[in-house]
């Protein structure tokens, strides 16, 4: 999919991270926060944003400097099976990501082009949505993807400043919370949970890059400032019009072609990434795949799933990648820059002891769920699960299994 000469510069990075958080999904994300009103919820979301962002680009680290993707970097902590046992639930958030997207952007869609033309068809965007990332997959490659991806994301700027100017305009700065029950936590929680997904995906692109500091500096600032200003925006819209739902700002500004614009360039370059990196976790649990091809399918997938589900528990889903994935990435992140292991073991088939540390962290997840804290579940989890990993390791314990021996010690 991208150019193999580790070519890639801050602004290739600035651009596909920041096109990446341009959704119509991270508008609703943002819509949730709506309770705490326009002064805490701005709060939660900046604060959240700059604990998850940060977080993202260290595994965007590894990436560079180990040239690997980033599920297959898992194998550095967990060993052969665990990378097929994070890859394979790394290939189902993707897909469900991919359903999600388009089914956000098609209900957008289609409630313009019922208000504008009366044409409803929730069942005709799904489907041309899908079609358009496919489309937008297969024209993925080196300088052209570059160009292109360039000018979708000018003109999503564009686009996104002008639905921003009619938000500034329509809600002040005085919104009243909604209707609804949320902790300043919980609201930071949800800002976490976004970027944090983006972890398991994030080395598949900047081990790619040129040098570690332009894909570190272009992945923050692109993500932080785009996933960000989405957020705000539906912390907007929610609290002007009790849904984050964008399309009914947009159409009652006038935008009509703009809102339409906003929803499916949009949809493209963010679905893009989630259905690649499908593609290439899948890859590494069967060597010699294609990634395109893999990628081409999951797409399709994802657009069958989006006619058949809906989106009335998409909070749990972002609270169950969190789950799965902070204390995963805990785990990688203390071994590599602190306990110095920057290669898998050869042979080593599963590490039994982060494993271990790896499954008490989702449980302390859902605990701290309840705790409440004003930093949410994510950040405690990753330092517990991280100092946890840290003790375990200097013991130096060995409960491993490993392919030359077959055995366990």
């Not at 957008?108 to 079609?131: P, Q, R, V």
């Not at 964008?246 to 493209?268: E, F």
């Not at 088939?349 to 302390?364: E, F, I, S, Y």
Request: aromatic share 10%; net charge neutral; with cysteine.
């Amino acid at each position: 999919m991208f150019n193999e000469t580790n070519s890639l510069r801050f602004s290739h990075y600035f651009l596909l991270w920041f096109g990446a958080a341009v959704s119509v999904a991270e508008i609703l994300a943002g819509g949730l926060l709506a309770p705490l009103g326009s002064s805490d919820g701005l709060s939660a979301i900046l604060i959240g944003h700059f604990l998850g962002a940060s977080l993202l680009v260290l595994g965007g680290i590894i990436g560079v400097r180990e040239r690997v993707g980033a599920i297959a970097s898992t194998r550095i902590s967990f060993g052969v099976y665990g990378t097929r046992i994070f890859g394979m639930l790394n290939v189902l958030q993707l897909v469900g990501w991919t359903a999600i997207m388009i089914i956000s952007a098609a209900r957008s869609a289609n409630e313009i082009t019922k208000t504008l033309w009366n044409i409803d068809s929730y069942f005709g965007w799904s489907l041309g949505l899908g079609c358009l990332i496919m489309l937008w997959l297969a024209l993925g490659r080196e300088s052209g993807w570059k160009k292109t991806n360039a000018v979708a994301v000018a003109l999503l700027f564009g686009l996104t400043v002008v639905l921003s100017v009619v938000l500034v305009k329509e809600t002040g700065t005085n919104a009243a919370p909604v209707a609804g029950g949320m902790t300043f936590g919980e609201g930071v929680e949800l800002s976490v949970v976004m970027p944090l997904s983006w972890l398991p995906l994030i080395a598949d692109y900047t081990r790619f890059a040129r040098s570690a500091g332009g894909a570190v500096a272009g992945s923050w600032l692109g993500y932080f400032i785009g996933s960000s200003w989405m957020y705000i925006i539906g912390l907007g819209a929610a609290l002007l019009t009790g849904s984050a739902d964008p399309s009914g700002v947009m159409l009652a500004a006038n935008l009509g072609m703009a809102a339409l614009g906003i929803i499916v360039l949009a949809t493209i370059t963010t679905t893009f990434m989630d259905a690649y990196s499908a593609g290439v976790s899948f890859s590494t649990l069967i060597p010699g795949l294609n990634e395109k091809h893999v990628a081409l399918v999951m797409t399709a997938i994802g657009t069958v799933l989006a006619l058949v589900v809906n989106m009335e528990q998409y909070e749990h889903f972002l609270l169950a990648i969190g789950s799965v994935f902070a204390p995963l990435f805990a785990v990688l992140l203390t071994d590599y820059f602190i306990l110095g292991k920057r290669s898998a073991e050869p042979g080593l088939l599963a590490n039994w002891n982060a494993l271990a540390v790896w499954a008490v962290g989702v449980a302390l997840y859902y605990q701290f769920l309840k705790l409440d804290m004003i930093l949410g579940a994510t950040v405690p989890v990753i330092a517990v699960t991280g100092l946890l990993n840290i003790i375990v390791g200097r013991l130096g314990i060995q409960w491993t299994y490993c392919q030359k021996s077959q055995k366990s010690w």
